[in-house]
């Protein structure tokens, strides 16, 4: 069971925008930026979002993300069939003192 | 660039002790926190622990009592062994570059900023009598 809440599959249409949530509680997400990775399949996972919203250098601005208290909402605009991949969300633990991960959520682009 | 290379045994039997170390090529060494995560087949991430320059580490709590990483500053490598292991071990292990930044307000941390921006390729660790 994963500290981190991710519901396990999204999906959308080519050209259309899917949001990925995930939830937390206080002692990670509410007090903690909260980072996103791509995982696309038989490969590493690679970060795609950190500190909630930013986006390092060479991910698309098709990319984003936010955070309202306890929770954190990834978006993904202008779907590709090469978005297809699992997302996971991830933040530290204040009171683990341990990086914990969401559960996952496979995008699948329709 | 950095570039993370990792390696070690992939077949294990229960109650052996699993090793992997991961060298870290292209860039400095001080400053991050230098992790293993992994990753159940068919199943999400999951974090093992890390370890700065200074040999300061941090564990999951789950696995804490199994678990050791060490770091060689000479050779720019750290390790990971984990102790009795069982088939619920098996998985693809991966190191990581984490980032971990202090936000501070008043002198007192409020949280941190969190993430692992270099991954190495995976190793593949099976349990099987």
């Known amino acids: 069971q994963s500290v981190l809440t991710q519901p396990p599959s999204v999906s959308a249409a080519p050209g259309q925008k899917v949001t990925i949530s995930c939830s937390g509680s206080?002692?990670?997400?509410?007090?903690?930026?909260v980072s996103w990775y791509q995982q696309l399949p038989g490969t590493a996972p690679k970060l795609v979002i950190n500190?909630?919203?930013k986006r390092p250098s060479g991910i698309p601005d098709r990319f984003s993300g936010s955070k309202s208290g306890t929770s954190a909402t990834l978006g993904i605009t202008g779907l590709q069939t090469g978005d297809e991949a699992d997302y996971y969300c991830?933040?530290?633990?204040?009171?683990?003192?341990?990086?914990?991960f969401g559960g996952g959520t496979k995008l699948t682009v329709l | 660039q950095v570039q993370l290379q990792q390696w070690g045994a992939g077949l294990l039997k229960p109650s052996e002790t699993l090793s992997l170390t991961c060298a870290v090529y292209?860039?400095?060494?001080?400053?991050?926190?230098w992790s293993w995560i992994r990753q159940p087949p068919g199943k999400g991430l999951e974090w093992i622990g890390e370890?700065?320059?200074?040999?300061?580490?941090n564990y999951n709590p789950s696995l804490k009592s199994r678990v050791t990483i060490s770091v060689d500053t000479s050779k720019n490598q750290f390790s990971l062994k984990l102790n009795s292991v069982t088939a619920a071990d098996t998985a693809v292990y991966y190191c990581?570059?984490?980032?971990?930044?202090?936000?501070?307000?008043?002198?007192?941390?409020?949280?941190?900023?969190?993430?692992?921006?270099?991954w190495g390729k995976g190793t593949t660790v099976t349990v099987s009598s």
């Open positions: 370890i700065n320059h200074s040999g300061s580490t």
């Open positions: 292209g860039g400095s060494f001080s400053g991050y926190y």
């Open positions: 500190a909630n919203n």
């Open positions: 991830g933040t530290w633990d204040s009171s683990l003192s341990a990086g914990v």
């Open positions: 206080s002692s990670n997400i509410g007090n903690n930026y």
């Open positions: 990581a570059r984490g980032n971990r930044t202090a936000m501070v307000r008043v002198f007192i941390i409020t949280g941190y900023d969190y993430y692992m921006d270099v």
